[in-house]
């Protein structure tokens, strides 16, 4: 069976730092309280997975959060923009020995263990994997080669990133699938019911 390996992109949940776009209208108490719960369901989405998890951090590890230290490595993204962290995270997996490599953020609601699954089989076919945001990004990346192109040129967080890292692709010869499209959360039009009890009056 090859070695697969799952990384998750955190922010360390602190008031003022989480979803600012969001916070600019709900509040900044309310969306560090949106920003825990996506937290927890992205947890409860990876927790089943049968291979190894990495959670990096923006600022620091934290041994007593909601990550289980057991089932869960622990880890720090170096300094830059969002294309050096990913990056050195995926440069060191491959140097590790891994095979099948997936980056996932925790902003995505709708995430399921059978979809980052599905990823994963797909790698079993393709050099790559991409599973596209409403918004033009991605809420997951899969790699089954190294492709440092996929993190150059790119203007992060903006609807053109999706695409971009396809044209990558096609231009290197790399095989790729998408799977399904799922809705990051930004703002408050992204949410659903299931943050209304988190939105203070």
């Not at 050195?88 to 980056?103: K, L, P």
């Not at 994963?120 to 190294?146: M, N």
């Not at 990133?161 to 703002?187: P, Q």
């Amino acid at each position: 069976m090859k070695k697969k390996l799952l990384f998750i992109f955190v922010k360390n949940p602190k008031l003022g730092r989480a979803k600012t776009r969001l916070a600019a209208t709900v509040g900044e108490e309310s969306a560090l309280a949106i920003y825990k719960r996506l937290l927890e369901k992205t947890r409860d989405a990876t927790e089943p997975l049968p291979f190894d998890k990495v959670v990096y951090y923006d600022q620091f590890v934290d041994r007593e959060d909601l990550w289980p230290n057991k089932g869960f490595e622990k880890n720090v993204q170096v300094e830059g923009h969002l294309g050096e962290k990913m990056e050195d995270a995926f440069n060191r997996a491959f140097e590790e020995g891994y095979q099948q490599v997936c980056i996932i953020g925790s902003d995505c609601y709708d995430l399921t263990t059978e979809i980052i699954m599905t990823a994963f089989h797909t790698l079993d076919k393709t050099d790559a994997v991409i599973g596209p945001s409403e918004d033009g990004g991605y809420y997951l990346l899969g790699l089954s080669q190294p492709c440092t192109e996929a993190f150059h040129n790119k203007e992060w967080s903006t609807e053109s990133v999706c695409s971009e890292t396809e044209k990558d692709f096609e231009r290197l010869g790399m095989s790729y699938e998408k799977i399904v499209t799922l809705n990051d959360i930004d703002t408050e039009a992204d949410l659903g019911e299931w943050a209304d009890d988190l939105i203070l009056s």
